[in-house]
């Protein structure tokens, strides 16, 4: 069975570069095909999907590593009802609104579980 790893990501891509490296180092371990990669945005990461990722620290890495995410045939999961979703104008990837309760699911159910 192919392990699973969930990165959940929290930090505002407008303020760190953390963001934007968590969606590389995602999409680069998701190539390799021996690990089942999940991403999930929460609170300010939602901004990563965003229409206009100049805006946002390290930008190339949102306009290059999330296509390849989704690619890689699971959504971008993000969280329901986030505050700044309405802030995305047209979103720069497919994603699906999920609640706590099933992002807690996920997280037991994963192999490994990244934070950012």
């Known amino acids: 069975?192919?392990?699973t790893l969930l990165v959940i990501v929290e930090s505002d891509p407008r303020t760190t570069p953390?963001?934007?490296e968590a969606i590389r180092m995602a999409a680069g371990i998701g190539t390799?095909?021996?690990v089942s990669v999940s991403l999930y945005l929460r609170g300010p990461?939602?901004?990563a999907l965003s229409e206009y990722p100049d805006e946002l620290i390290d930008e190339d890495n949102?306009?290059?590593?999330l296509p390849?995410?989704?690619e890689l045939g699971r959504p971008i999961y993000v969280?329901?009802?986030a505050a700044l979703l309405s802030e995305l104008g047209?979103?720069?990837a497919p994603f699906e609104e999920i609640e706590d309760n099933t992002l807690a699911r996920m997280a037991a159910d994963s192999t490994y579980v990244l934070r950012f």
């Open 79 to 81: 969280q329901a009802e």
């Open 62 to 65: 949102f306009t290059r590593y």
């Open 68 to 70: 390849i995410l989704s």
């Open 90 to 92: 047209e979103p720069s």
């Open 1 to 3: 069975m192919i392990p």
């Open 18 to 20: 953390r963001t934007a």
């Open 32 to 34: 390799w095909k021996k």
């Open 45 to 47: 990461a939602v901004l």
